[in-house]
């Protein structure tokens, strides 16, 4: 068997890891070591007993497990004595496809102390070849690796950890469960067992309802009031409920101690203290009648017991669905990953899961296939199908060279890429990770609601007390009949989970249905000021524009303009700057030459100097011109004309005299006209930021229609005209790309980076849209927009629904109309307005943008 | 007014106070967090609330607060520390670490994601 574990560090790792020692070579004898594998291939559960006696028989096996339920093997062994490979052989012998999928280790490192030290451990022990994941738990002081057990030296791992500076532990601390249950396994659970307790609760409601009640029910004759035959039934009831109450019910009774610990109170203090209430008061006029002043007030209120709790739990049940389906983008996100990839290795090509691709590894993709990670194309072309991770709805045409995002669907041709990220690296990883954090972080609009639930349950208490006590002293008879009646319906109706849930859920729901159309939101407060928003700045390089100029005109004063543009390309040969770029590609695109230069610099927001062929070149704006007091003359005009057309002219300096105009345009992306027009018809006030000259600026903004063009801002001012805006009292929305425009980014109330569509974790960015669109803009503040409206709509129905709901139960009407709410209608309408506001979330899940 | 009537509403009023007193104004002392190697550290156990819910800890120094989740409620799923920005989904079972460096005295509440689960950390 070959192990590509040998040659240690790829190119991945750090270059100082080439000083540390080889690793494995300072490794020392092992301690006994433990891996768990995954052995999927198992053809039936018989086979996992003799598996496990045929492993433990190897001599250096200690110990071998063998689970065929959650099909993972554990193996106990000492590596001095016996290899990896060899555990690894058995276990394809028995026809266990060991290679195709990964085993976990989880070891102790000691000596960990700072947050720092575990992203470089983590780096470390990933660059061993063969290990796709290793996470440093820092709390628990633990290294959890995911590694394919045919291509890993762990020895190796050992090494590298000791490289950096730690050590692992001997053996592993405990085993490795299998892997955590995903959110939707959980809630089917919950579900599972939340109906459970509904049907029996129901089931027992149906008799509880009936006997409670023989005169409706036309049993009077059968069993008459204050009869012995009705008082022993209602025991019978007594003893029925109880189950209902500790079995149905119970879970509530467990909530309310744990809270009652820490001195809060919460729903299942209220649901709890109001179903036992009902129940003991009714146990108390079976058992001994003669507490009441008159045989027909020993009542019961089973009925109430049963059917309260049956309610709630189906209401629970119900919400518990409903909140499965508002994490469902999240769901879908990680269901974008695909299983397996075919690469090519030693010139051969074979499938692996496509978390083992490494870096550089060439990837074979057909139409229809999913594309594994991120990469970059070297062979072929095709359409790919970027919707699900770009919200662009039209197949994007890549050729070589372009980007392929991983997740996304190749559809016509067939190509080959070279993987450039990979694991948690990719752009799909990276956009999973920030939407699971967004849909944790809390909405300003929150605060409130904290506060009023964080004194709502006592206070419920306080009032259905209140309200016993009112009816008990000044309420007709029978006084404690109504009197409980209205305490257990106080505290029944309240619905303190309806407050709770509002804006959570809505934000889950809204932060996900923002990553399906390509616009990640990084936090729930970025959404929430993403709605009062009143002003856009754009910035026009690459945001409104495709942000990759070329070469319009040359103006010649009195050379030839072959020379004007030989003399400015030469300059900017050494130029990245798209405009210096644009200038060279112009040259090189008429046949034109280039000359060697030197001593380049760049004036930031000027222009660029250099010396060419002995010439000291300025190619720049005027400002640059007049700065070092060169004489524009007649070319003054012919710049006016350039730039009021929307082109950029850059004068050409030789030796302090300007022989002419390069002139440069960027082109406007197709759809930034219609977008700025949205964002008007949305009451939004545009702005376009440039560095460009001011006639410039005005000819663009007139074509776009933006409002106010702010001109020849220099990169480094961009924030501080934020700053000059805000000062004017606008809340605004910085566009940018994330990368020049960083402060200003970050200046802005929201700023909006357009993603390259391969880097989505732009720090500075509140939002971040993955495809370059400015439709992206519109959608992002009309998902915000919805979203607010949505957590509104549950904040109001919330608070309406308990202002009105617990007077009205507390018996506020019935001096007035006779009105006296039952608990078990209470009980309904608490269920259903928590189950309501899940709902109403939910609708967002509808949410569609509207088209520019 | 009967003797019944005057006996439930003492007994009434009692209550009242009695939960006002418990809910509202009495409040945990606080677990100091232990000091290892200039860490202050303290594990939390999520179980129908934070236990320990009080936190005490010096400002100026890392913070490193460690939750255990014992229990499946959706509730608890996820804890919030608002004003050091922190999040963090807890996996039963799990001990998932929380870190920040507090600068300024004062009581910083964490909660779960609702907020119907509340600590705090004290600052001192």
Same mark, same amino acid.
Not at chain 1, 397 to 404: A, S, T
Not at chain 1, 725 to 730: H, V
Not at chain 1, 739 to 744: G, K, R, S, V, Y
Not at chain 1, 814 to 826: R, T, V
């Given at each position: ?35 768990? @594998?995954? #052995?999927? !291939? &198992?053809? /039936? =559960? ?9 492993? %433990?028989?190897? $001599? *250096? ?45 989880? @070891?102790? #490192?000691? !000596? &960990?102390? /700072? =947050? ?9 022990? %990933?660059?061993? $070849? *063969? ?195 508002s994490?469902e983008a999240i769901?879908k996100l990680?269901?974008l ?48 199908d970027e919707s699900m991770v770009t919200g662009e709805s039209l197949p994007v ?8 995002i991983?997740?996304t ?18 752009v799909l990883?990276q956009i999973i990770?920030m939407v699971?954090?967004a849909q944790?972080?809390?909405a ?62 809505s934000l889950m729901v809204g932060i996900g249905k923002g990553a399906e159309n390509g616009i990640l939101i990084r936090s729930g407060q970025a959404l929430e000021t993403a709605h009062k928003l009143d002003t856009i700045v754009l910035d026009?390089?690459g945001t409104m ?123 406007l992306k197709e759809d930034t006209v219609a977008a700025v027009r949205t964002l008007k018809n949305m009451g939004l006030e545009v ?17 776009v229609g933006v ?24 809340r605004i929305a910085m566009v940018g790309d994330g ?6 980014l970050?200046?802005a109330d929201i700023g909006i980076a357009m993603g390259t569509g391969?880097?989505v974790?732009i720090?500075?960015a509140d939002i971040t849209l993955v495809k370059g669109s400015l439709r992206g803009v519109i959608t992002a503040i009309q998902l915000s927009r919805a979203t607010m409206r949505n957590i ?49 979330a939910n609708r967002l899940r509808g949410f569609v943008p509207k088209g520019v | ?124």
């Open positions: 068997m070959t192990t590509i574990g040998t040659h240690t560090h790829d190119t991945r790792t750090c270059p100082t890891c080439e000083a540390k020692p080889e690793a494995g070579t300072t490794t020392q004898r092992l301690e006994l070591q433990r891996i768990e @594998l995954s #052995v999927a !291939g &198992l053809s /039936c =559960a018989g086979d996992a007993a003799p598996l496990a006696a045929q492993l %433990e028989r190897l $001599p *250096g096996v200690r110990e071998a497990m063998v689970n065929p339920v959650t099909e993972r093997a554990v193996v106990v062994f000492d590596p001095g004595a016996i290899g990896i490979e060899a555990i690894i052989g058995v276990l394809e012998e028995r026809g266990v496809d060991v290679g195709r999928t990964a085993a976990r280790w989880r @070891l102790k #490192v000691s !000596g &960990l102390k /700072c =947050a720092s030290c575990v992203r470089r451990v983590e780096q470390a022990v %990933e660059g061993v $070849p *063969g290990i796709h994941d290793a996470s440093v738990n820092l709390a628990t002081e633990t290294l959890t690796i995911e590694y394919t057990p045919k291509r890993t030296d762990l020895a190796a791992v050992r090494g590298t950890v000791r490289a950096e500076g730690f050590d692992l532990g001997p053996e592993p601390i405990r085993p490795v469960e299998a892997a955590a249950p995903s959110p939707g396994d959980v809630n089917a659970r919950e579900f599972r067992s939340l109906m459970r307790k509904f049907w029996f609760a129901a089931a027992v409601s149906i008799p509880t309802i009936v006997f409670s009640y023989p005169t409706i029910f036309g049993m009077r004759g059968i069993l008459p009031p204050e009869s012995m035959t009705l008082r022993l039934v209602w025991g019978a009831l007594g003893l029925l409920t109880l189950p209902v109450l500790l079995y149905a019910g119970g879970h509530f009774y467990r909530g309310l101690w744990a809270a009652f610990r820490h001195r809060t109170a919460d729903m299942n203090t209220l649901i709890g203290v109001g179903i036992a209430a009902a129940w003991l008061y009714s146990t108390v006029a079976v058992l001994v009648p003669s507490l009441f002043p008159r045989g027909d007030l020993a009542e019961v209120f089973y009925d109430v017991t049963a059917v309260v709790t049956a309610l709630v739990v189906l209401g629970q049940a119900l919400e518990v669905k409903a909140k499965g389906r994490s769901r990680i269901g990953q695909p299983k397996t990839a075919h690469v090519v290795r030693g010139g051969r090509e074979i499938e692996i899961p496509a978390q083992e691709v490494v870096l550089g590894d060439i990837v074979v993709v057909r139409p229809g296939e999913r594309i594994s990670v991120d990469g970059e194309i070297t062979e072929g072309g095709s359409a790919v045409e890549k050729h070589v060279g372009d980007p392929v991983g997740a669907i190749n559809k016509t041709g067939s190509f080959k890429f070279r993987a450039t990220k990979v694991g948690k690296d990719t990883s990770r699971e954090q944790g972080s809390k300003p609009i929150q605060r409130l609601v904290d506060l009023v639930s964080s004194y709502f349950a006592p206070a419920v208490m306080i009032l259905a007390l209140l309200g016993f006590m009112i009816w008990y002293t000044f309420g007709p008879q029978p006084a404690v009949a109504y009197a409980l009646i209205v305490f257990v319906t106080v505290l029944i109706i309240a619905c303190p989970c309806a407050l709770g849930l509002a804006t959570p859920t026009k390089t524009t495709k942000g990759q100029p070329s070469v319009t005109d040359v103006v010649a004063a009195a050379s030839d303009a072959a020379f004007v543009l030989r003399m400015a390309a030469s300059v900017e040969r050494g130029s990245e700057h798209p405009l210096g770029e644009a200038i060279v590609a112009g040259a090189q695109s008429r046949g034109i030459a280039l000359g060697e230069s030197t001593a380049f610099e760049a004036l930031p927001g000027r222009g660029v100097k250099a010396v060419v062929e002995g010439k000291a070149v300025v190619l720049g704006n005027r400002r640059l011109m007049e700065e070092r007091a060169y004489e524009v003359g007649d070319l003054a005009a012919a710049a006016d004309r350039l730039a009021d057309e929307g082109k950029t002219p850059m004068f050409v300096a030789v030796d302090g005299k300007i022989i002419g105009i390069v002139a440069v345009a960027d082109t702005v376009m930021l440039t560095g460009d000259n001011r006639r410039t600026a005005d000819a663009i903004a007139r074509a409002d106010r063009a702010l001109a020849e801002v220099l990169p480094e001012t961009k924030a501080d005209e934020i700053s000059r805006l805000q000062a004017a009292g606008k990368i020049n425009d960083a402060p200003a970050a200046r391969t880097d974790a720090e500075a509104k709509q549950n904040l109001f129905g919330a608070f309406i629904y308990n202002s009105l709901g617990l007077p009205v139960a507390a018996g506020i009407l019935y001096p007035a109309f006779g009105i006296l709410l039952s608990p078990l209608i209470a009980a309904a309408a608490m269920a259903f307005s928590s189950v309501t506001v899940v709902t109403n | 007014m009967t003797l019944d009537k005057v006996l439930v509403d003492i007994v009434g009023l009692a209550t009242i106070g009695v939960i006002i007193w418990y809910f509202w104004l009495s409040q945990s002392r606080g677990v100091l967090a232990a000091v290892s190697g200039g860490m202050q550290s303290a594990l939390i156990v999520v179980k129908g609330g934070y236990t320990p819910d009080t936190i005490v800890v010096q400002r100026g120094r890392p913070v490193r607060l460690i939750f255990r989740r014992e229990e499946s409620a959706l509730c608890s799923e996820r804890v919030v520390l608002p004003a050091f920005d922190k999040s963090a989904v807890l996996p039963e079972g799990e001990e998932v670490p929380i870190e920040f460096i507090p600068t300024e005295p004062g009581e910083y509440p964490f909660t779960c994601h609702m907020g119907m689960l509340r600590g705090r950390v004290v600052v001192e």
